[in-house]
C-alpha cells in the first residue's frame, strides 16, 4: 500500500483496535496470477508478539486451498469521506477522500480439528451475536459436525502490517477544524466517524 510518512500509522496497538473494530475484512489471494477475494467476518487476537487473524469460511469456496502455500493479504477498511476543497482556505485545491485503512499480508493455516473448528464458531458468536449462544448451545452435537463438515477454518499469522490513516494532516489546524466541522453534522455514519478519528488525531497531535 502506498503510504506517504504523514500518513502512515505505526502503533501497532491502534492498528489492532482499528482491526478488532472494523473486522469485517476482505481476504486476497492470488492463483495463475488472477487476484481471489472473499469477505468475511476474522476474529482478531494477539498472541506474545505475534497478530493472528481467525475465521471460517464454505468448503464450496476454493480459496482456502491457497492459503498454506502463499501468502495471503487481509484489507481491513471501513470509515472514509469525501473531502470538498471549500473545507480550504486557498481557492486552488482539489476535492480528495480521507480514509483509514489496515492492509495486513500472512500465512495461513488450516485448522481441521472437529473441536477447533466449533470453538472458532463458538468465539465468533461471542464476538458478534452473544445472545444467539444459548440457542446454538442447545443444539445437538451431530447437527453441529454436520454443520462444520460444509466449512473451513483457519488462522492467518500476520507478518506485515500497514496502516495508512489519511485524515488531512496536510493541511492546517484551520482547515482540518472546518473539515471536522463539516463531516460531524453529516447523517452519515463514515462521515461522522472521519470526524471523530479527525478529533482524536488532531488531540494527540496536541498533547505531544
Avoid at 500500500?1 to 482491526?19: G, L, R, S
Avoid at 464450496?60 to 469521506?81: G, M, R, Y
Wanted: aromatic share 10%; hydrophobic share 35%.
Amino acid at each position: 500500500m502506498y503510504i506517504p510518512n504523514q500518513f502512515a500509522v505505526t502503533d501497532k496497538a491502534e492498528i489492532v483496535e482499528f482491526m478488532k473494530r472494523f473486522s469485517f475484512a476482505t481476504i486476497i489471494t492470488a492463483k495463475d496470477g488472477l487476484p481471489i477475494a472473499t469477505h468475511l467476518p476474522v476474529i482478531v487476537t494477539t498472541k506474545d508478539d505475534n497478530i493472528i487473524l481467525t475465521s471460517h469460511m464454505a468448503k464450496a469456496n476454493e480459496q482456502w486451498k491457497d492459503f498454506e502455500n502463499n501468502k495471503t493479504l487481509v484489507i481491513f477498511s471501513e470509515p472514509h469521506a469525501y473531502i470538498s476543497p471549500k473545507h480550504y482556505d486557498k481557492g486552488l485545491n482539489v476535492p480528495t477522500w480521507n480514509y483509514i485503512a489496515v492492509h495486513a499480508y500472512g500465512q495461513g493455516t488450516l485448522i481441521t480439528d472437529a473441536d477447533k473448528v466449533i470453538e472458532i464458531i463458538e468465539r465468533t458468536i461471542n464476538t458478534y451475536d452473544l445472545s444467539y449462544k444459548q440457542q446454538w448451545d442447545n443444539f445437538p452435537t451431530d447437527y453441529k459436525l454436520r454443520l462444520i463438515q460444509g466449512l473451513v477454518a483457519f488462522d492467518i499469522i500476520i507478518t506485515d502490517l500497514q496502516g495508512k490513516k489519511k485524515l488531512s494532516q496536510n493541511k492546517n489546524d484551520n482547515e482540518q477544524q472546518k473539515i471536522i466541522n463539516a463531516l460531524s453534522k453529516s447523517e452519515d455514519t463514515n462521515e461522522q466517524l472521519i470526524a471523530d478519528y479527525m478529533k482524536n488525531n488532531a488531540q494527540n497531535k496536541n498533547s505531544r
